[in-house]
Nanobody, 125 residues
Framework: QVQLVESGGGPVQADGSLRLSCAAF????????MAWFRQAPGKEREGIAA???????RYADSVKGRFTISKDFPKNSLVLQMNSLKFEDTAVYYC???????????????????WGQGTQVTVST
């Protein structure tokens, strides 16, 4: 059974940084596509960063240049380093994974089958 557990969320001031982690259980992060999504109040869940089995990356325009997605192989985890945080980055952040990677749509919700429970990120001005 696959389980994804996010951590690292919390309150942060604008222009600050946070590092989110997603520990994977029953699932090997290497060789698979994974992604980070987020959902702000009243908005749909959106894909913001994805990484392929070959470590290719894709970012939403809203986070490009500020966020970095990576895999921590020793810890079998997915990581999202978030810098220069803005108020509009406030959301619940979700880790997502799949067994069958479709790199033609790496930021689409339907491309992923496994989801974490989410971690709240709150950016204050």
């Amino acid at each position: 059974q696959v389980q994804l557990v996010e951590s690292g969320g919390g309150p942060v001031q604008a222009d600050g940084s946070l590092r989110l982690s997603c520990a994977a259980f029953g699932y090997y992060v290497g060789g698979h596509c994974m992604a980070w999504f987020r959902q702000a109040p009243g908005k749909e869940r959106e894909g913001i960063a994805a990484i392929s089995g070959d470590s290719d990356t894709r970012y939403a325009d809203s986070v490009k240049g500020r966020f970095t997605i990576s895999k921590d192989f020793p810890k079998n985890s997915l990581v999202l380093q978030m810098n220069s945080l803005k108020f509009e980055d406030t959301a619940v952040y979700y880790c997502a994974a799949t067994d069958s990677c479709d790199w033609s749509r790496p930021l689409e919700r339907a491309a992923y089958h496994y989801w974490g429970q989410g971690t709240q990120v709150t950016v204050s001005t």
